[in-house]
């Protein structure tokens, strides 16, 4: 819906549309009803019909001086902005892979999962073998406080323990990191073809 703002000679300005009227009492005067124009259609639509816009509440326009409604008003366009930003960028990375999963072969497409949930890997394994081991390593060379802190590290460990036992139970995988599975899991290797 377009909205366009006539100003008659005696200053009095009208909204040509049905729902304006909500929008036309909660402003004041003239310098708030301007400061409200910089907002598109839609956002000037949504004002009407739900009173809010982002994080400007058309409750609010009434009791705001210009100084605050022009902040107000402006930040909602930036906050809107920014959304519009991200989903283009979103729906460009969606297109992106979309045309390529559509051009690549089966084996492709699983080789690439392949290689990203390697990657996945690789940063939890880099978390735990660094980060998880230097703090671990920080509370337990703390010398203050009489507590200790070995409970606290184990249920943290325990927390991550239990993820990775989760995802064995969802997929129904064996647990390689015992010799027994480890041998299972070199022989069923022998058995998948060769990639």
Partial sequence: MTQSLEVHAGGSE???????????????????LFELLILDDAQIEELELTGQTGELALDD??????????????EAKQEKEATEK??????????KLSRHIAKATPDQV????????????NESLTCVQGQ???????????GGGSADHTLFMAALLGQVQAEVAALRDEFNLPDISRARD??????MAQWMPAK
Avoid: C, P, W, Y
């Fill in 14 to 32: 009208i909204f040509k549309s049905s729902t304006s009227r909500h929008l036309t009492q909660a402003v004041k005067n003239q310098s708030q």
């Fill in 61 to 74: 326009v009434a009791t705001m001086s210009v100084k605050e409604l022009r902040k107000a008003v402006r």
């Fill in 86 to 95: 991200l989903l283009e960028n979103k729906n460009k990375q969606i297109d």
């Fill in 110 to 121: 699983l080789l690439e999962l392949q290689k990203e949930a390697t990657g996945f890997t």
């Fill in 132 to 142: 998880l081991r230097q703090a671990f390593i920080a509370i337990k060379n703390h």
């Fill in 182 to 187: 480890q041998e299972l899991a070199a022989e």
